[in-house]
């Protein structure tokens, strides 16, 4: 009898690689699709002022960019994996992006 061996069989979840188009911005659908939360879950990261989504007139319509999508990602996996709520994941969020200020900071100091 031929039964198909584990390096035939297909994996139960692959893992989806986003490769955005530059400047590129993505419908609240789309982008909750490629961040892999629901409409909801960005919805509320946005305005909890997790995410910052681009307004587009005239009606105000929202889209999101590549960062906004990387940012979605990262909120969901702290509270999906490490089971962190969102006043903590805004508090971590802006401790790394001051961390990543000063490291650009101090790379510009080292070049003078």
Same mark, same amino acid.
């Given at each position: 009898?031929?039964?198909?061996?584990?390096?035939?069989?297909?994996?139960?979840?692959?893992?989806? !690689?986003?490769? &955005?188009?530059?400047? /590129?911005?993505?419908s609240?659908?789309? =982008?909750? %699709?490629? *961040?892999?939360?629901?409409?909801?879950?960005?919805?509320?990261?946005?305005?909890?002022?997790?995410?910052?989504? !681009?307004?587009? &007139?005239?009606?105000g /319509?929202?889209?999101?960019?590549?960062? =906004?999508? %990387?940012? *979605?990602?990262?909120?969901?996996?702290?509270?999906?994996?490490?089971?962190?709520?969102?006043?903590?994941?805004?508090?971590?969020?802006?401790?790394l992006?001051?961390?990543?200020?000063?490291?650009?900071?101090? %790379?510009?100091?080292?070049?003078?």
């Amino acid at each position: 009898m031929n039964t198909p061996s584990d390096a035939d069989r297909a994996p139960a979840q692959a893992l989806e !690689v986003f490769e &955005p188009q530059p400047d /590129a911005l993505y419908s609240l659908d789309m =982008a909750a %699709r490629l *961040a892999g939360v629901t409409r909801r879950s960005l919805l509320i990261y946005c305005r909890a002022g997790l995410v910052h989504p !681009v307004l587009l &007139p005239p009606v105000g /319509a929202m889209a999101f960019s590549e960062e =906004a999508i %990387r940012t *979605a990602r990262r909120i969901e996996h702290l509270r999906v994996v490490h089971g962190l709520q969102l006043p903590l994941i805004r508090t971590l969020l802006n401790l790394l992006d001051e961390v990543e200020r000063l490291r650009v900071e101090v %790379r510009f100091l080292r070049n003078r």
